[in-house]
T-cell receptor, first 116, second 112 residues
């Protein structure tokens, strides 16, 4: 299993540009999450999904959108990039309740995004 | 106020020293996680606790539910232990059930 993969690893955007951060997991996990990590701050939840077709907002959803058309993929969309969205973005997934390690989240390697 | 507070923020140690990192939380939880983030950025899970104590090699994690406090100990620290250690709690509240809240992390540097 590749686990949780994210692309790209790094990206520089200009203000107002848009982009999609890709996240894929091959562990058949139903729960998937997007977090952002700002310097010196704890990870904050942007959006999450409990299964294909179901998404919901986290603590800091403004400026982002998500979709979950398949179990494997959970892309994060930035429509109008702003400097405040400069951060490191982590995708994570978790097995269904009742499965082994169902309380453990598995993290991707992160995407470092800079908006200038 | 953050739901999860860690101390210290930064910690420097000499190889071989005993390390303690503390975590306090203010919300009801169903579990507490200790995570490790290496300089490359990847995050891995070290422990998940809901009570008592767990040990894995030189790492020991304890939790006191009544006092809403957890500690991560590293015995015989080694330079390869240098990383950011993150405490996270899983909420047991209805509206945020299952959501993780993260501390800001403790940067540990172990010198040879």
């Amino acid at each position: 299993n590749a686990g949780v993969t994210q692309t790209p690893k790094f990206r520089i955007l200009k203000i107002g540009q848009s982009m999609t951060l890709q996240c894929t997991q091959d562990m058949n996990h139903n729960y998937m999450y997007w977090y952002r990590q700002d310097p010196g701050m704890g990870l904050k939840l942007i959006y999450y999904s409990v299964g294909a077709g179901i998404t919901d907002k986290g603590e800091v959803p403004n400026g982002y959108n998500v979709s979950r058309s398949t179990t494997e993929d959970f892309p994060l969309r930035l429509e109008l990039a702003a400097p405040s969205q400069t951060s490191v973005y982590f995708c994570a997934s978790r097995p269904p309740t009742g499965y082994p390690a169902h309380n453990e989240q598995f993290f991707g390697p992160g995407t470092r995004l800079t908006v200038l | 106020k953050n739901e999860v507070e860690q101390s210290p923020q930064n910690l420097t140690a000499q190889e071989g020293e005993f390390i303690t990192i503390n975590c306090s939380y203010s919300v009801g939880i169903s579990a507490l996680h200790w995570l490790q983030q290496h300089p490359g950025g990847g995050i891995v899970s070290l422990f998940m606790l809901s009570s008592g104590k767990k040990k894995h090699g030189r790492l020991i994690a304890t939790i006191n539910i009544q006092e809403k406090h957890s500690s991560l100990h590293i015995t015989a620290s080694h330079p390869r232990d240098s990383a950011v250690y993150i405490c996270a709690v899983r909420s047991d509240r209805g509206s945020t059930l299952g959501r993780l809240y993260f501390g800001r992390g403790t940067q540990l540097t172990v010198w040879p």
